[in-house]
C-alpha cells in the first residue's frame, strides 16, 4: 500500500549538512496521517528524530531542534529532512515512516508506524 525510499545520506564532516529525501509510492497519499524520520546507530535503539502530523503539525527531538528541519512536497509526495550543524553523534541509519489512516497513538513513536523505507547511511566525522 505504501512503499517508501530513502535517499541523500552520505558522510560530512561535523558542521555540515545533508539533505535526505523519502519518495513515497503510495495511491491515495493524503491518507497518510504521519509521516517521519527515525534513526539507529549501531548497538543503540531505534529513535525518533522527527515527525509531521496532517502534513502541518511537526516535532522534533531534543537532541536535533534547531539543527534539523522535516518538511513534505505533496506535489512530489516526498518528505525531507535537513540537517545542519550535523555532530559525529547524529551518525546512524537514518529510516523514513508513515502511517497510513488515521491513528489516537502518538507519531512520534516508532510502534505507530506500519510502513518503512530500507534506510540510508548518515556518518559525520569529527
Known amino acids: 500500500q505504501v512503499q517508501l525510499v530513502e535517499s541523500g545520506g552520505g558522510s560530512v564532516q561535523a558542521g555540515g549538512s545533508l539533505r535526505l529525501t523519502c519518495g513515497a509510492s503510495?495511491?491515495?497519499?493524503?491518507?497518510?496521517?504521519?509521516m517521519g524520520w527515525f534513526r539507529q546507530a549501531p548497538g543503540k535503539e531505534r529513535e525518533v528524530v522527527a515527525t509531521i502530523r496532517r502534513e502541518t503539525t511537526t516535532t522534533y527531538a531534543d537532541s536535533v531542534k534547531g539543527r534539523f528541519t522535516i518538511s513534505q512536497d505533496n506535489a512530489k509526495k516526498n518528505l525531507y529532512l535537513q540537517m545542519n550543524s550535523l555532530k559525529p553523534e547524529d551518525t546512524a541509519t537514518y529510516y523514513c515512516?508513515?502511517?497510513?489512516?488515521?491513528?489516537?497513538?502518538?507519531?512520534?513513536?516508532?510502534?505507530?508506524?506500519?510502513?518503512w523505507g530500507q534506510g540510508t547511511q548518515v556518518t559525520v566525522s569529527s
Open positions: 503510495v495511491h491515495i497519499y493524503n491518507n497518510i496521517y504521519c
Open positions: 515512516a508513515a502511517v497510513w489512516g488515521y491513528t489516537p497513538m502518538s507519531c512520534m513513536e516508532a510502534a505507530t508506524y506500519g510502513y
